[in-house]
């Protein structure tokens, strides 16, 4: 094996009038550069909502554009900002008028990256990290599922009805860290995987504290399979649920990651890999007769009757990233677990695109908000399986 060479950078996105969300937390591309001798990989993460795959496309071709990085090595995470910039309004003008920032930092970002290459080491920890989120998918006696979204509060006390059964999957709340040192045992870059509807935005807040802590360092914050995953503080902190909750939030994930990433050893050899694989996902056809203001998000999918996507994984050493381009259920992490012939493998949402809530058929056909497809549930149940074959042929051609 090769000693991995490493870079990290964090650029602000540039949006004007967004320096920073409405929570305080700053809007930045945060980039980490692996090379291997042979085989380069580029993640960004992105403080934003998501990014359709046609503006995804545009801020990886710009990355691979300013680093030689081929495109398909360039992964795009979007972290689910919910108070940030509109950069997936559903009015194309703005749209425009925004991704060329994204592209510019993210380029500029892996630029800097780039240019601070040298050799690292590596290592990953994970460890459940309890009480900070729940699923919010509740069964009812009936069979039929209610969303608790700390955002709703007519629905904060459907948790504790007596016609509650509880939540309609487990839930999946490990806390994952990939730390890259330098040689000399100082942290480079932290990469951080966590399952979470940040509402407000707490990744963004552990961020900027794990960096605080680690003067000179990049914290990249993933997001996991969320589609069904919100916060639990509604109740218990009697309704408040932006700014009052922030630091609570932030900082049991941010001090959790900074024990994590202090326990976790590092070594210098740790194999480099990244596959893709494009799948067709076929639309709701709710969707493709009623698209109402979707019509203008997702204009190709309309014509096509679906989406053309991509699943997109990258191996660190043992550990798998497995990128999905929407907001997907965490029983689809427990599936790709299954078929990962790695040590560990976490399934990052919204990445590279973004085609809405990505539910089972059965859990489609109970109902609720994540599978109306006058909302974002606009990709049928024939999507989750095509997803899953895409995921395991990714994840064998890189064992083999």
Known sequence: MRTVLAGAASVPLGVPDWPHTTDGTPLVARCLLLHDGETSFCLLSLSVLALTSEDSARVRSAVSLATGVRREQVMVACTHVHSGSPVLSDIPETRSALVPHLCTAAAEAASQAQEQLRPTCLGYSAESLPGISRVRRIRRRNGTIVTIRRAWPQGWGWARDPETVGPEEPLDDLLTVLRVDDQAGNLLAAVVHFTCHPLPDFLGWAARLVEAQHPGAVCLMLNGCLGNVDTPFEVPMRGRTGADQLPVLGDILGYRCLELLARTETRPEAPVAVASQPVFLPADPTFL??????????????????????????????????????????????????????????????????VGYLLPESSRSRGSYEADPTQWGVVGGEGLPRLLYAVRECLRRLST
């Open 289 to 354: 007769s009623r698209p109402g203001d979707r019509a203008d998000l997702w204009p190709e999918a309309l014509s096509a009757g679906g989406f053309a996507a991509e699943v997109h994984a990258a191996v660190v050493g043992d550990l798998a990233l497995v990128g999905i381009p929407g907001e997907i259920n965490v029983g689809f992490g427990v599936e790709v677990e299954r078929s990962s012939p790695f040590g560990l493998a976490r399934v990052v949402g919204l990445c590279n695109g973004y």
